[in-house]
């Protein structure tokens, strides 16, 4: 069965500091993996995908997250924290034998707080 | 560009009563997904439709209903609402692909 596991609840930084927001994932096949994220009362937002094209993917506001499947990891990252960035993230799989991105698997979500 | 909305934003319930939860897109997507949002627990699936009339259960479909009479819109019933149902609820909807784009979410308290 699918499933998916971000490492840390809560992640903190200074801003201008590098992001890492861990996530684990298992899957019987070739899994499409996700991270959205969620600004405070707002619904969640794609931040970037991975199907099985380019292992490391860009997303959008500088984020990227490298695919590493011997590892089953699917890694956010981010060089600089800027402030906007502090929301709640999610990673997200797919699993093609178990419904496909019709029955998405989230995360718990790791919530990212940046200080001055 | 209105994407998803729903209504309404926050409710409060007594035990017993039903109600409905609203949602429509205007970006003329075929998949639209019901999810619950319960703090440390990510989002679960309640129902998912891929076309108009065509609706099928997810993870935790247990006390709720949907209806997809049109391809803009996709309510979500709550009958004999519990306290368990306390949580956010998000409508989300999307072309195919894995990008869902979602609403901003209906809080609901059951007391």
């Known amino acids: 069965a699918q499933s998916v596991t971000q490492l840390d609840s809560h992640v903190s930084v200074s801003e201008g500091t590098p992001v890492l927001l861990r996530c684990n994932y298992s899957?019987?096949?070739?899994?499409?993996l996700f991270w959205y994220v969620q600004h405070p009362n707002k619904g969640l937002q794609l931040l970037l995908k991975?199907?099985?094209?380019?292992?490391l993917v860009k997303g959008i506001n500088g984020f990227e997250a490298e695919f590493k499947k011997s590892e089953t990891s699917f890694h956010l990252t981010k060089p600089s924290a800027h402030m906007s960035d502090a929301a709640e993230y999610f990673c997200?799989?797919?699993?093609?034998?178990?419904?496909?991105?019709?029955?998405?698997?989230f995360g718990a979500g790791t919530r990212l707080a940046v200080h001055p | 560009n209105a994407g998803v909305t729903q209504t309404p934003k926050f409710r409060i319930l007594k035990i017993g009563q039903s109600m409905t939860l609203q949602c429509a897109q205007d970006?003329?997507?075929?998949?639209m997904y019901w999810y619950r949002q319960d703090p440390g627990m990510g989002l679960k699936l309640i129902y998912y439709?891929?076309?108009?009339?065509?609706?099928d259960k997810g993870e935790v479909p247990n006390g709720y209903n949907v209806s997809r009479s049109t391809t803009e819109d996709f309510p979500l019933r709550l009958e004999l609402a519990a306290p368990s149902q306390t949580s956010v609820y998000f409508c989300?909807?999307?072309?195919?692909?894995?990008?869902?784009?979602f609403g901003e979410g209906s809080r609901l308290t059951v007391l």
């Open positions: 989300a909807s999307t072309k195919g692909g894995g990008e869902l784009f």
């Open positions: 970006m003329n997507h075929n998949y």
């Open positions: 439709s891929v076309g108009a009339g065509i609706t």
């Open positions: 991975y199907t099985s094209a380019a292992t």
């Open positions: 899957s019987s096949y070739s899994p499409s």
């Open positions: 997200v799989v797919s699993d093609p034998k178990t419904g496909g991105y019709n029955k998405l698997i």
